[in-house]
């Protein structure tokens, strides 16, 4: 594998993920803004990473497989930190990598490739969206009753495109 920026950027997406949960499951708002910082700055890298590739050539199979898995570590990460924290129910978690692993497996069993799905691209975007969400709410201290009354409705429609994109995966593959 050729280091290349897009590489980089994938790379630095799980890379960021490791503070951004650290500081995600510490007590404090300073601690809430710098998770809230890192996530947001590994989430751009989703974006970053794509276009570099794409500008300067450089989409390889590996991006293709690595860009995927970085979105899941980031994402997942945060979620399962905030399971640890009572703000997301754990059922809503273990749908989302439990939709992740049947799809990681139907992939790799596949003989065809197969891009990515406009549900599949929604779905990362809305996982992250969703988390930058989370993140703000706790850095703004709504973390008492009003936040439990606006979380469940995004996170149940999270995970209701989380569930949906998988399905459009098995179905487009069969």
């Known amino acids: 594998m050729k280091a290349n920026l897009a590489n980089i950027l994938t790379f630095s997406r799980m890379m960021l993920a490791v503070p951004a949960v650290f500081f995600l499951l510490k ?61 997301v129910p754990l059922w809503m978690v273990i749908v989302m990598i439990a939709r992740d692993v049947v799809v990681t497996i139907l992939r790799s069993r596949s003989a065809r490739k197969f891009a990515p799905g406009i549900l599949a691209k929604s779905k990362t975007a809305l996982q992250m969206s969703a988390v930058v969400f989370l993140m703000l709410m706790r850095w703004l201290g709504a973390g008492n ?10 996170m149940l429609g999270v995970t209701v495109i989380t569930v949906a994109s998988g399905l459009e995966y098995v179905f487009r593959r069969s």
Request: no cysteine; net charge negative.
């Open 145 to 154: 009753g009003t936040f439990r009354g606006i979380i469940y409705p995004v």
């Open 27 to 87: 007590d404090g708002p300073h601690y809430h803004l710098l998770a809230l910082l890192f996530f947001s700055a590994a989430s751009v890298t989703d974006f970053l990473d794509g276009y570099a590739a794409r500008v300067q050539g450089t989409v390889s199979e590996f991006g293709g497989k690595l860009d995927p898995f970085a979105d899941k570590v980031l994402v997942i990460s945060a979620m399962l930190g905030f399971a640890v924290l009572g703000q």
